[in-house]
């Protein structure tokens, strides 16, 4: 079955960096797009990044261009998010997802706190 374990989330000061991983497994990891999302209390689920199976094509939501970057290891079937000068609106819990046979999956979430 599909899985999806995120890690690296924590309390960081703004400005600071982090690195989020997410371990897939029970699928073809270098065949699927890989996304994160991150949802903060009270908001939606948004999607902040995405990396294609296919030259590691990748997308970022407006509000994360130029700080975030998404990237894979296919041989360790994990993707990372590397997230840099953090901002306070940055505070949220951040999913990993996938779209695997008509199903999405999700991770648990690993919880990320901007503070000072």
């Known amino acids: 079955q599909v899985q999806l374990v995120e890690s690296g989330g924590g309390l960081v000061q703004p400005g600071g960096s982090l690195t989020l991983s997410c371990a897939a497994s029970?699928?073809?990891?270098?065949?699927?797009?890989m996304n994160w999302y991150r949802q903060a209390p009270g908001q939606e689920r948004d999607a902040v990044a995405t990396?294609?199976?296919?030259?590691?094509?990748?997308w970022y939501a407006e509000s994360v261009k130029g700080r975030f970057a998404i990237s894979r290891d296919n041989a360790k079937n994990t993707v990372y998010l590397q997230m840099n000068s953090l901002k306070p609106e940055d505070a949220a819990v951040y999913y990993c997802?996938?779209?695997?046979?008509?199903?999405?999956?999700w991770g648990q979430g690993t919880q990320v706190t901007v503070s000072s």
């Open positions: 997802n996938v779209y695997v046979q008509r199903n999405y999956y």
């Open positions: 029970g699928f073809t990891f270098e065949n699927y797009a």
């Open positions: 990396i294609s199976s296919v030259d590691d094509n990748t």
